[in-house]
Structure formats: C-alpha cells, structure tokens
C-alpha cells in the first residue's frame, strides 16, 4: 500500500476512534460535562505521527462528533481550540521524544499540555464562542473553565498510553512516523 494511500486510512481510523470514544465511554466530571476521551486518540496521533495528524484527528473528530450530538453548537471554537492544541502537542511531543531524562521529558510535555488546552480553550474556543454568541469573554472564559480542567487531565492521563503504543505503532507504519 502506497504510504499516501496508509496514511489517508490512518487518519480515517484515528478520526472514527476520536468519535466512538467521545459518544460511547463518557465520564461525567461536571453538572453538564463529560471526559473527551476522544482526547487520548489525538494525544497518541501527536506523538505518533506528528502535528499535522493530531491536528487533523482532534479538529475533524470535534467536527463529526459535534454533529452527530447537537450540530453546530460548540464545534467552532471547539474544532478551532483543537487545531491549537493539536498543532502545539504534535510539536513538543516531536522535540521531547527523544529525551534521556524521563522526568525532564513529562514535564515539558504537561506543561505543554496545560498551555496549549489554555490556549485552545480558554482563549480560541472562549473567543470564538464571545463573538459567535455575542457574550462577555469572561463569561465565556467561565463556562469553559470545566472543559479546560477536563481536557487537561484526559491528556495529561494519555501521556503514558502514547509513550507505551509508541513501539508498537512505529512497527505497524514504520512509513508514516516522523
């Protein structure tokens, strides 16, 4: 199989598990919000396969799960947040992989999780959802605050699952990781 050809079907697998996680293993955290499990496919897409593939498998995910649930509420600056998130991850998980220090190598990888949730969904999902929605940022800022901590933690959670599938997934497609 051509690797372009690999890598399109790759994709489609990371998006559909990013969608089944999300809609069927929800684990409520808050009054309305539930654990994006969705996030531990984009977290392992990052570190496997780089920026460009957790991007697109954390931006499409959103968009068709968001679909299927409520339709376009929420997917803007939700889909907008995850291209951040997925961009920044993709490119620290790349500069810390091949780290000796295990404890030097977590934390530039948590804080940089705990950056680029801030920025993807604090500050694009919150000012997205301030203009589509015409409410005050902070007000938008405080409705997100629950889907920060969530989403941190799923990912923070999904370091471990990346690191362990890392051997795995570069024997499967050795032609796809960069």
């Known amino acids: ?48 396969f780089g920026a460009l593939s ?8 959103v968009v068709l799960y968001c679909l299927v649930i409520s339709g376009l509420r929420g997917m803007p600056g939700w889909a907008l947040g995850n291209v951040a998130i997925g961009v920044i991850l993709g490119l620290v998980f790349r500069q810390t992989k091949g780290m000796k220090s295990a404890a ?6 948590s804080a940089a999780i705990v950056a680029s949730v801030a ?20 007000v938008r800022m405080a409705k997100n ?3 920060f901590i969530a989403d941190t933690v799923m990912l923070l959670v999904s370091l471990p699952i990346c690191m362990a599938l890392d051997g795995r997934i570069r024997k ?7």
Request: charged letters at 10%; proline letters at 3%; glycine letters at 6%.
């Open 172 to 178: 499967m497609f050795p032609k796809l990781i960069r």
């Open 54 to 61: 957790g991007t697109i498998v954390g931006a499409l995910g």
């Open 104 to 109: 030097m190598k977590t934390l530039l990888n």
């Open 1 to 48: 199989m051509k690797a372009s050809t690999q890598r399109i079907a790759v994709l489609a697998v990371g998006i559909a598990l990013f969608v089944a996680l999300s809609l069927c293993l929800q684990v409520p955290v808050f009054e309305n919000y539930y654990l994006c499990l969705g996030y531990a496919v984009m977290a392992v897409y990052c570190w496997a």
């Open 119 to 138: 920025l993807g969904i604090l500050i694009i999902k919150s000012l997205t959802e301030c203009l589509l929605y015409a409410q005050p940022m902070a």
């Open 145 to 147: 605050m629950s889907a």
